[in-house]
């Protein structure tokens, strides 16, 4: 009786498996150009709670968005490879933003905010959030060891997935793959 119990509880994981398997597989089609660097979940995992600032020193989490999906980009102002993909997040944001999708920029590490808005106005940059995360404690409990790290959560504050460096997140095929994830059900 206990093999049997054991066979069908293995059954049952392996069938539950693969339904998480099938919806990445799904999305991996979509996952070419610089996006073949996003690791995609095979289940949505926990995020954080720890509270970042906003620009005028608003206390926020990750939480705050919750109902729509977000791509939180973790970046700093001395980093180069931010830089070149600010751009790119800020073109995201004004092809998808809305009441569904959200891009979220949040500052690690020792960014003061007028540092921030000068890196923003000498790349050209003016529809992102300068958020802050100065003690570096969101990045730590995201698992963020280096920078950019860009994450995706969906609409239920779950990661969905994530990608480590910069990528042209303005790209056909970025803009597709946050299309079909960001779709009603």
């Known amino acids: 009786m206990r093999k049997l119990k054991s066979v069908l509880l293995y059954t049952a994981l392996g069938l539950l498996a693969n339904i998480g398997h099938a919806e990445t597989?799904?999305?991996?089609s979509l996952l070419e150009g610089d996006m073949r660097k996003l690791t995609l979940h095979t289940a949505p995992e926990a995020t954080s709670d720890v509270v970042f600032l906003s620009a005028d020193g608003e206390e926020l989490t990750l939480a705050d968005y919750q109902g729509k999906t977000i791509l939180v980009n973790f970046w700093a102002t001395w980093c180069a490879p931010c830089r070149k993909e600010m751009p790119q997040l800020?073109?995201?944001?004004?092809?998808?933003?809305g009441?569904?999708?959200e891009v979220v920029t949040i500052a690690t590490g020792r960014n003061p905010v007028p540092a921030m808005k000068a890196f923003f106005a000498e790349i050209g940059v003016d529809n992102l959030p300068l958020n802050?995360?100065?003690?570096?404690?969101?990045?730590?409990?995201m698992g963020v060891l280096g920078l950019p790290v860009t994450v995706i959560i969906g609409p239920?504050?779950?990661?969905?997935?994530r990608l480590q460096?910069?990528?042209d997140?303005?790209?056909?095929?970025?803009?597709?793959?946050?299309?079909?994830i960001t779709k009603p059900e």
């Open 156 to 161: 239920d504050g779950l990661e969905i997935g």
């Open 99 to 101: 009441d569904t999708f």
């Open 169 to 180: 997140w303005a790209s056909e095929s970025a803009v597709a793959l946050l299309t079909a």
């Open 90 to 97: 800020a073109a995201l944001q004004t092809q998808l933003g």
């Open 132 to 141: 802050t995360d100065a003690r570096q404690a969101l990045a730590r409990s």
């Open 165 to 167: 460096g910069d990528a």
């Open 25 to 28: 597989a799904d999305l991996g």
